[in-house]
């Protein structure tokens, strides 16, 4: 009780912005994210940054990009086996290539994927059966 940042297991509507960090962190790095993480990410999205824009710093993090300058084809590549499990099909391959040929941004790529409707199920069972958040 006199703890203010205390850590409790909290289940998330999938609209949530805990729970769209988690897929975030999901299509991005392939894992879910720890508490101190998941809890700074929510916090910015609640505070008024973009999950596109968070999913830019993601997409030109270290731990995505593994010490590499990416093509597109490469970024797409590996969002897709992150947040699939599998490659890429050739039209969404190339679709997502060509968005970005046409401006739009590694972080929009990355958010569309990791609140497509294919990927939403994927994460719903984490999101559904709680995770960590610190919480005042």
């Given at each position: 009780p006199n703890d203010p940042a205390a850590v409790r297991r909290v289940t998330l509507d999938s609209s949530t912005e805990a729970a769209a960090v988690h897929r975030l962190y999901d299509a991005a790095f392939s894992r879910d994210p720890d508490t101190a993480r998941l809890t700074h990410w929510t916090k910015m999205l609640k505070g008024g940054e973009s999950l596109s824009s968070v999913a830019e710093m993601f997409a030109g993090s270290p731990e995505f990009t593994r010490g590499q300058a990416l093509s597109d084809?490469?970024?797409?590549?590996?969002?897709?086996?992150?947040?699939?499990?599998?490659?890429?099909?050739?039209?969404?391959?190339?679709?997502?290539?060509?968005?970005?040929?046409?401006g739009k941004s590694r972080g929009e790529v990355l958010?569309?994927?990791?609140?497509?409707a294919e990927h939403i199920p994927l994460t719903?069972?984490?999101?559904?059966?709680?995770?960590?958040l610190m919480v005042a």
């Open positions: 084809d490469t970024f797409v590549a590996r969002v897709y086996e992150n947040a699939f499990g599998r490659s890429a099909e050739p039209a969404g391959l190339a679709g997502w290539v060509k968005a970005m040929g046409e958010t569309a994927i990791a609140e497509s719903g069972n984490v999101t559904d059966d709680g995770v960590w």
